[in-house]
């Protein structure tokens, strides 16, 4: 099993809506995948639970004690139109988790507690995705202790390499050590910003291999998407960003070796 943060200080990148659409082709190609939502906004949790709001058992009561609240009492099948997607499944979140988070520094070893509850279900699931918030809060550290890769969308918003670098520092003294396995890519790509497409070109050729080749187009369909509480798969599968999104599937498959 490999666990793949989706990861980035900056709000507004994208991570949410990646971690649906990546999560949905995965499971398309038929890895069993299992998306995490950290983040108490919820809209991966909207998302893949097909706009339910109530639930059973969330990753805030895992949070809140592991041993009461395992996560594989958390894990429910995903949906999209009323209607399970084969081999995607979802363990959701609340707006509990930021107050929860707060009460677990006292916590021993309380940046591994993800880490242990996923050791768990090692054999259950081919890949997991976690969706971080937009912070370096206990629960990013969690995600940064339980990940094998960590996927950096960057959009033409305010990104630089002083922000990236910031990320790194924390990702490195988190995983105590400077090879840190990460990949970044462009998210919400629009062609007609050349400005802003040349600066980010300049920026992140100093990344090297570490930019995948794969940019994802800015399309009205991922965002009416959402909306209707589905990935872009079921929603619009003729739209043209379903195409990066397969594209950046296998390349992020090759990185992680799945």
């Known amino acids: 099993m490999k666990v793949i943060a989706i990861i980035n200080q900056k709000g507004g990148v994208g991570k949410t809506t990646t971690a649906i659409n990546l999560g949905a082709q995965f499971a398309k190609e038929g890895k069993r995948t299992?998306?995490?939502?950290?983040?108490?906004?919820?809209n991966l949790t909207v998302v893949l639970s097909g706009g339910q709001f109530e639930f059973e058992s969330t990753i805030s009561d895992v949070f809140e004690s592991a041993k009461k609240h395992p996560i594989r009492g958390a894990i429910m099948p995903a949906i999209a139109t009323g209607k399970t997607i084969p081999?995607?499944?979802?363990?959701?979140?609340?707006?509990?988790?930021?107050?929860?988070?707060?009460?677990s520094l006292t916590k021993v070893h309380r940046e591994r507690i993800l880490l242990k509850q996923l050791e768990s279900i090692k054999d259950d699931f081919d890949?997991?995705?976690?969706?971080?918030?937009?912070?370096?809060?206990?629960?990013s550290v969690n995600a940064m202790m339980a990940a094998d890769l960590f996927l950096i969308p960057v959009d033409g918003g305010s990104f630089s390499l002083n922000g990236l670098a910031d990320l790194l520092d924390a990702l490195e003294e988190v995983k105590e050590t400077e090879d840190v396995n990460f990949a970044v890519f462009r998210n919400e790509y629009a062609k007609a910003n050349k400005l802003i497409n040349n600066f980010l070109d300049e920026q992140l050729n100093e990344l090297g291999d570490k930019v995948l080749n794969t940019t994802i187009r800015r399309t009205e369909a991922i965002g009416q998407a959402s909306v209707s509480a589905e990935p872009l798969l079921t929603y619009k599968s003729s739209s043209t960003a379903l195409n990066?999104?397969?594209?950046?599937?296998k390349e992020v498959i090759a990185r992680v070796n799945v």
């Open 87 to 103: 081999n995607l499944s979802l363990c959701p979140t609340d707006i509990r988790l930021s107050r929860v988070i707060e009460q």
């Open 34 to 42: 299992l998306a995490i939502d950290l983040d108490p906004q919820a």
């Open 127 to 139: 890949v997991v995705l976690l969706d971080c918030p937009p912070n370096l809060s206990l629960t």
């Open 244 to 249: 990066d999104y397969k594209s950046l599937a």
